[in-house]
């Protein structure tokens, strides 16, 4: 098994505020994705990133993919209310399978 | 389309009791896979299928544990019998393919188990 290791696991700040989550791992992914969950829902995907290095953009969120594929950021400039959720970076490796971090729960106060 | 369905949403049981979770991928999609998620161990892979075929079960924690998917529109993932240490969210999520790393897996909205 894969381990990632999300940063930090709670994460509070006001409207308007940037933040950035890690994901980190001693492994070497194909690939690293990051899901978003709200309450009573299943996990949505937000990005893949295949590339070592590689930068993905999704409005207000920046995706970075490490040059090793050993990490991962997510970074979003100017929280709104809505982007309170739990946020999951996940890795495949070689096979089909998703490894995933624990979470982070972020809260975007108005 | 509906996206991916599960029944029911809430199940409460007794310890000992058998339990039976159920679950309609998207239609089209070829894998399905059976994820339970807990506050202390995450998400975590149970076991998924391809073309209505068990792939990789080393997931399953236990043999109390079961899935089956006898046809492509449904699969069921059957704990028997149940323990209090199954209480999870268990989730089931489909996608189109399985031999791209970038393919996306569309989950449903999850069971609530709670085994008394």
């Known amino acids: 098994t894969q381990l990632l290791e999300q940063s930090p696991q709670f994460l509070s700040i006001q409207e308007g505020e940037n933040l950035t989550v890690y994901c980190n791992s001693s492994?070497?992914?194909?690939?690293l994705q990051w899901y978003r969950q709200e309450p009573g829902e299943g996990p949505v995907l937000l990005v893949t990133v295949v590339t070592g290095g590689e930068v993905k953009k999704l409005k207000r969120l920046t995706f970075q993919f490490g040059d090793a594929r050993k990490d991962s950021s997510l970074h979003i400039t100017a929280a709104q209310p809505g982007d309170t959720g739990l946020y999951l970076c996940?890795?495949?490796?070689?096979?089909?399978?998703?490894?995933f971090g624990a979470g982070t729960t972020v809260t975007v106060r108005a | 389309d509906a996206g991916v369905i599960q029944s029911p949403r809430h199940e409460v049981t007794e310890m000992g009791q058998e339990v039976t979770l159920r679950c309609k991928p998207i239609s089209g999609h070829d894998y399905l896979f059976w994820y339970r998620q807990t506050m202390m161990r995450g998400l975590e892979l149970l076991i998924y299928?391809?073309?209505?075929?068990?792939?990789?079960d080393s997931g399953m924690p236990e043999d109390r544990f079961s899935a089956k998917m006898p046809n492509a529109s449904f699969s069921t993932l059957k704990i028997q019998p149940s323990e209090p240490r199954d209480s999870a969210v268990y989730f089931c999520?489909?996608?189109?393919?399985?031999?791209?790393?970038?393919?996306?897996?569309?989950f449903g909205p999850g069971t609530r188990l709670t085994v008394l």
């Open positions: 999520a489909s996608s189109l393919g399985g031999g791209g790393i970038t393919d996306t897996q569309y």
């Open positions: 996940a890795g495949a490796g070689n096979d089909y399978k998703l490894s």
């Open positions: 299928f391809n073309n209505n075929v068990p792939i990789d």
């Open positions: 492994s070497v992914f194909s690939s």
